[in-house]
T-cell receptor, first 108, second 115 residues
Framework: GQNIDQPTEMTATEGAIVQINCTYQ??????LFWYQQHAGEAPTFLSY??LDGLEEKGRFSSFLSRSKGYSYLLLKELQMKDSASYLC?????????WGAGTKLIIKP | EAQVTQNPRYLITVTGKKLTVTCSQN?????MSWYRQDPGLGLRQIYY???????DKGDVPEGYKVSRKEKRNFPLILESPSPNQTSLYFC??????????????FGSGTRLTVV
């Protein structure tokens, strides 16, 4: 089967750095996405990795290792507004397979 | 403004009463998709469409129908809704060549309750 695993919940402190891991096993791979989703709202696009390595976008970075089936999202200088769920998704033969999401709690 | 528009945002209906959730995008995207989101399960794909008149089943298509008669619209049809279809539904669209910059764009969601 196809599955994506990520931690259910993480807690971090405002101003700190947090790394959210994602491991995947899928029949195909056309890229990996990270999305942010606030409660009751639509997911919003953060990053897309199709090649191995690190992609940096401001305070957010995403890393991919295709050989290990592994990715992480790194959030720096955490702000209270970063409290949300972070979703990892793999494009597998034009179907998006989603992880259940990691709820990130930011404490002052 | 580039967007995906879903209607309605909230809907309460009774078992067996046919309903349609509309989805429209103004970005000329070829790819469109429907998801449902349930607590602890994440997003699950219902149907997707690569282009006009081309639709395919996702992971959980049972009890749903879709159509793609024109590029901008991708309605989700529940012929005979049942309580297990109570969920939060999202429509999304994308252009394959723009995934790196924009990913998939989601509508605001439709919270459906079937009683």
């Amino acid at each position: 089967g196809q599955n994506i695993d990520q931690p259910t919940e993480m807690t971090a402190t405002e101003g700190a750095i947090v790394q959210i891991n994602c491991t995947y096993q899928t029949s195909g791979f056309n890229g990996l996405f990270w999305y942010q989703q606030h409660a009751g709202e639509a997911p919003t696009f953060l990053s897309y990795n199709v090649l191995d390595g690190l992609e940096e976008k401001g305070r957010f970075s995403s890393f991919l290792s295709r050989s290990k089936g592994y990715s992480y999202l790194l959030l720096k200088e955490l702000q209270m507004k970063d409290s949300a769920s972070y979703l990892c998704a793999v494009d597998s033969n034009y179907q998006l397979i989603w992880g259940a999401g990691t709820k990130l709690i930011i404490k002052p | 403004e580039a967007q995906v528009t879903q209607n309605p945002r909230y809907l309460i209906t009774v078992t067996g009463k046919k309903l349609t959730v509309t989805c429209s995008q103004n970005m000329n995207h070829e790819y469109m998709s429907w998801y449902r989101q349930d607590p602890g399960l994440g997003l699950r794909q219902i149907y997707y469409s690569m282009n006009v008149e081309v639709t395919d089943k996702g992971d959980v298509p049972e009890g749903y129908k879709v159509s793609r008669k024109e590029k901008r619209n991708f309605p989700l049809i529940l012929e005979s809704p049942s309580p297990n279809q109570t969920s939060l539904y999202f429509c999304a669209s994308s252009q394959r060549g723009q995934l790196a910059n924009y990913g998939y764009t989601f509508g605001s969601g439709t919270r459906l309750t079937v009683v």
